[in-house]
Every structure is written in C-alpha cells, then in structure tokens.
C-alpha cells in the first residue's frame, strides 16, 4: 500500500554533519499546512542512516528506505517494513510542483540524501 504527499515546496540544505530535503505545503506566503523531512545524518561515529520526519513525527534508521526512485516532480520511497504510522504505508509517494527552485534543490539533494539507494530516474 502507498500514501501519497503533495507539496508545492522543496528546499535542499546542508547542516553540520546532516544533508536535508524539505518538503513542505505552505498557505498564505508562510505558514507550514503539511511538511516532510528527509534527513541523511552523516555523523563519522554513528552509523549512516536516513530519517523522515512528517509533521513532527520521526522515522528513522539504516533499514528505513529500501529504494528512492524518481521520474519528473515523483519520488518513491519504499520501504524495507509497513510503517504502522502511516496506516501501514509500504511505499510513499511525494509529488512537488515543477518549479525551476523545486527542481534545482531536488537536483542538488536527491543523490546526496539517498545516495546509493536511489535505483532510478529521470531528471
């Protein structure tokens, strides 16, 4: 089973020892309806791993994402197990608008957050 996530804003971001793809759905020029976060935490003394966070609720760890794979304004994630959060989400899928700032921050992001988990796409 899938859910699926539209956002009408990406933003791509390089923190200390974290790389970061925000999703979010902003209302009225500033406020936040819906958002999610994908973190890659690249700490040398901790093992690698992948968080999302959606609207304050954190997932995380190396057996989180199987495979990343996108075409156009899609992202598929797809999960090694269920997600009880998520009404026991296999898969989700974000959409974004294809905007020339939403395709430059998903371009810089995509292979840095995913690495070698991204299986496939177009760009």
Known sequence: MAVSRQYDTVAFDVR?????????K???????????????????????????????GQYGGNDLIREAEMTGNVLTLRLFNPAEELDGATDIVLTWIDSPEN???????????FGNILVGGNA
Do not use: C, H, P, T
């Open 16 to 24: 200390d020892n974290e790389i970061i793809l925000f999703f979010a």
């Open 103 to 113: 395709i430059e921050s998903i371009e810089a992001g995509s292979l840095l957050v």
């Open 26 to 56: 902003i209302i009225d020029q500033s406020d936040i309806s819906d958002y999610l976060l994908l973190m890659r935490n690249m700490n040398e003394d901790l093992k690698e791993s992948i968080y999302i966070e959606i609207n304050e």
